[in-house]
């Protein structure tokens, strides 16, 4: 029943359709449902900007200037990637906490009862033609559930290799390689 309440959803995509495999979706709560899709875009809008983010220090450098004037810290002291979480200090993490509270208040909880979920009234993806706008709707859903996996593994590569990015050495240098040049193992 849950199954046929949900399957034409924005969202259920080929080649998977509905996919539910731990049953969030097996009472056929529509509200529930609603919330859960609401959180999922914010997420993934959150994990689009991150992925992004966690990147472009390696590739175009950093920020010019002070993270902290009263500590002496520049952005260029501070390292890229999960290494630079030890080095901001907490005044920075404070601001970041309150910012983040700022937005989740200030955003309301029920964005999802009044209308359609993750509609905040900013209209970016929006088309006079609704088989567009479906289109697009569905492409932020896919490229946001792709970014979630992407920012996970970035932080997996980065915590094994000390990189998220950009610096092949830390594959080329790696225990992985230890097995290189045993008998058998031979150039293309």
Known sequence: VA???????????????????????????????????????????????????????????????????????????????????????????????????????????DDYKSGTPGDYGFKVLTSSDPAEKTKKLSAELANGRLAMMAIIGMFFQDGLTGSAWGDWANYTASPLRAFENELGVQDP
Request: a neutral charge; zero cysteines; glycine letters at 14%.
């Open 3 to 109: 199954l046929k309440a949900f399957e034409s959803e924005l969202g259920v995509q080929d080649p998977v359709g509905f996919w539910d495999p731990v049953g969030f979706t097996s009472d056929g709560d529509v509200a529930a449902f609603k919330r859960r899709r609401s959180v999922e875009l914010k997420h993934g809008r959150i994990s689009m900007m991150a992925a992004m983010g966690y990147i472009t220090p390696e590739v175009t450098g950093k920020l010019p200037g002070f993270l902290s004037p009263s500590a002496g810290l520049k952005f260029a002291d501070i390292p890229n990637g999960l290494a630079a979480v030890a080095k901001v200090p907490v005044a920075g993490w404070a601001q970041i906490a309150a910012y983040f509270g700022f937005v989740e208040f200030s955003g309301g909880f």
